[in-house]
């Protein structure tokens, strides 16, 4: 329904705002204010601020990476280099140094106090060497061996000191002494020569295969009886 106010103008009741109205638009217009400020802070302060972390870390990781990647190249020499050091001990443990004998061996020879315990010399040294871990021998050491006295003691002298040296700790137990003596001019030093093979079989480097376990029985109670018993038909 349409109303019309036919008073003068001068009579008229002017309009005004209502109170709840305006303070609604002042609280509008204060939370806008309020949001627009956030926002703004949000998009200048808060970025400019994790820009600026962003950039300092930033600097940082660029100073690390090239030690990080130092350290991985480290890390994969030292694997490659502890898989040679493995490599090298499983052969060295499966290895004989025969510098290292042939210098024990000659201490032994050169331990005969000038023949009063043994005059030994050897020639012909041969050495065998086999992989196969099927025999408990891994080769032999063979050689001429020579006494240089008439008595054939010596002879046993020697092999008991062999025996005792650390040269035969790779190589098992040495034969009963053995040999044939051979008549030498008597101008000649020494005038009687014994000849006796020395041969050695080797210590197989291999390590011994664990024994397979047996079940074992189970353990029967305190006063169970163990024993079969007969059923009745």
Excluded: C
């Amino acid at each position: 329904m349409i109303r019309i106010n036919l008073l003068p103008i001068e009579l008229r009741r002017k309009t005004r705002s209502s109170i709840k109205v305006l303070g609604l638009i002042a609280a509008g217009a204060s939370v806008n204010a309020l949001l627009v400020a956030w926002y703004g802070w949000l998009a200048f302060g808060v970025a400019n601020e994790v820009g600026s972390e962003h950039s300092v870390l930033q600097t940082e990781m660029d100073g690390l990476t090239p030690q990080v990647n130092y350290h991985k190249s480290l890390e994969g020499e030292k694997r490659r280099f502890s898989g040679r050091e493995q490599a090298l001990s499983s052969i060295t443990k499966t290895r004989i140094s025969w510098t290292k004998k042939i210098d024990e061996l000659v201490s032994v020879i050169n331990g005969g106090g000038d023949g009063q315990r043994h005059f030994v010399w050897l020639d012909g040294i041969n050495v065998t060497q086999t992989s196969e871990t099927k025999t408990k021998s891994a080769g032999t050491f063979k050689a001429g061996a020579h006494s240089g006295s008439s008595a054939f003691g010596q002879v046993a002298n020697f092999l008991e000191d062999l025996e005792k040296s650390p040269f035969v700790e790779d190589f098992m137990a040495p034969a009963p002494p053995e040999g044939s003596q051979t008549q030498v001019d008597e101008e000649l030093e020494p005038p009687v020569v014994w000849n006796f093979p020395l041969a050695l079989q080797l210590k197989s480097k291999e390590p011994p295969k664990p024994d397979p376990k047996k079940p074992t029985k189970p353990v029967a109670a305190a006063g169970e009886d163990t024993t079969a018993k007969e059923s009745n038909p």
